[in-house]
């Protein structure tokens, strides 16, 4: 790559969107190191938070997406919409952008928009197997739309699109380098207890916490230690229900995911298409509880690609509370199910994604 490209990363909303979005980031500046990178999000999304940690400059749009519940707040829409328009194009003007790139989310759109009506290449990530609208429209003029799996053209233009896989980030790669005992002593958890690992997406899932809270008593009886991440809704409530155990966990979120991969025996899931590219990647022994309500029903789609492969375990949002905790518990029993899920789901692993998504892009801005 020619010294040193300015390149904007834009979108978020949530980790399955942020996450992948770092890694692509990562890979371009070990590739290229020379790199400039710069982020685009929404003001007020987890991505103002989580990409500065990650050591990476953001810029914040006031831009918002449609309120189902709230019909009242989408009055200052339109407004919003345009002035983030206009707080793109200052961005542009001093970041001056060789190449943008779009991993979905509110801030995709403008940001896109503007480079596609200014010639400046634009790239797209689509992490799903169901593509969203607003890449769908974008993805119309972008020179490459990356895709996690096959049969995508029916969403994007069959020569753009290249199948690269979900960029799983490089320390959830490298788990298997971790001491278990201590990403077990990391959650002040005992070593030789099967340890299970609790996710509910980026945000947390309502199904599975009230699963998790009814039966917790007999996931402690059955020999169980948790690490449970529970989204920002009701954490209080959680972490004060499990004050007086010493062998659970509970977080509204967990920040080093590689540490719990490493200490988790099994791991109960939604499936969302990064866990399920992490999953894979660890070789975990899966129960998953799709959200249902995700779009075209992808979670389930996801989870189903999986389970009918006898590489993982699943049980509908609507039955979890009855189902989750004594389904576990029976694969918790059973080491050679274990075994199963473990070796099935390692066979759908990737784990260069990011590499190839940077490469591809620095060669298509190269000429
Ligand atoms: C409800 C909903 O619409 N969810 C969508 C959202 O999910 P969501 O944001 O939950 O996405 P994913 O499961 O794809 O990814 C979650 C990411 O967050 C990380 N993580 C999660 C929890 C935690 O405590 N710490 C942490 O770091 C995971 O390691 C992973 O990298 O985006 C995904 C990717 O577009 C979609 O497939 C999902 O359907």
Redesign the pocket.
Known sequence: MARGKNIIIAGGG????I?PAIAIANAMKKLAPATEILFVGAKGKMEMEKVPQAGYKIEGLDIAGFNRSSLIKNIGLPFKLVRSFFQVRKIFKGFRPDAVVGV?GYSSFPVLRLAQARDIPSFIHE??SFAGKSNILLGKKAKKVFVATDGMQKFFLAEKIVVTGNPVRPA?VNVSSIDKNEALQFFGLQPGKKTLLI?G???GAKSINTAISKGLENLINAGLQLIW?TGKTNAAKWKEQTADHPTVWVND???Q?EMAYAAADMVIS?A????IA?LCVVKKPVLFVP?PF?AED??TV?AMNLVEKQAALMVKDNEAIDKVVPAIIELALDENKQSELKNNISKYAIVDADERIAREIIRSIEG
Do not use: C, D, K
């Open positions: 949530t980790g399955g969107h996450f979905g992490s799903n959830i996710v997406g980026s945000l991440q979120f967990i920040t995911m939604r969302g298409a990064m866990a992490e959200y995700a992808h979670q996801n």
